[in-house]
């Protein structure tokens, strides 16, 4: 069964980095819109969409707040797209996971807004910003 496998969580002071890895298990992303998401552990919220990119990487959309901080990239040679994350805020302590769209013709931004499309996610993997 396609899979994917979330990496790169951790604990981290305010204002730092993180970069995290989403790899397919079983699934070739290089024909997949791949899109990150979180979800704040307690809040009650859904997944919200945090950033998404396209099979090629011409296309990538950003939620407003990860606009400036945050990196999406991917290497299909490595089967991993990756999501950079600077200037980390308390606030974005969550469980981040990943998701697949594949054979499906989507946007990215109806991948990340609307979660359109999606066949594949990851297990997650938490990223707690705290001094």
């Known amino acids: 069964q396609a899979q994917l496998a979330e990496s790169g969580g951790g604990l981290v002071q305010p204002g730092g980095s993180l970069r995290l890895s989403c790899t397919g298990v079983?699934?070739?992303?290089?024909?997949?819109?791949v899109g990150w998401f979180r979800q704040a552990p307690g809040k009650g919220r859904g997944r919200e969409g945090v950033s998404c990119i396209n099979n090629n990487g011409d296309f990538t959309h950003y939620a407003d707040f990860a606009g400036g901080r945050f990196v999406v990239s991917r290497d299909n040679t490595k089967n991993t797209v990756y999501l950079q994350l600077n200037d980390l805020k308390p606030e974005d302590t969550a469980v981040y996971y990943c998701?697949?769209?594949?054979?499906?013709?989507?946007?990215?931004?109806?991948?990340?807004?609307?979660?359109?499309?999606?066949?594949?996610w990851g297990e997650g993997t938490l990223v707690t910003v705290s001094s």
């Open positions: 998701a697949a769209s594949t054979g499906v013709v989507t946007t990215v931004q109806a991948l990340c807004v609307n979660q359109f499309g999606i066949n594949s």
């Open positions: 079983g699934l070739t992303l290089e024909y997949s819109s």
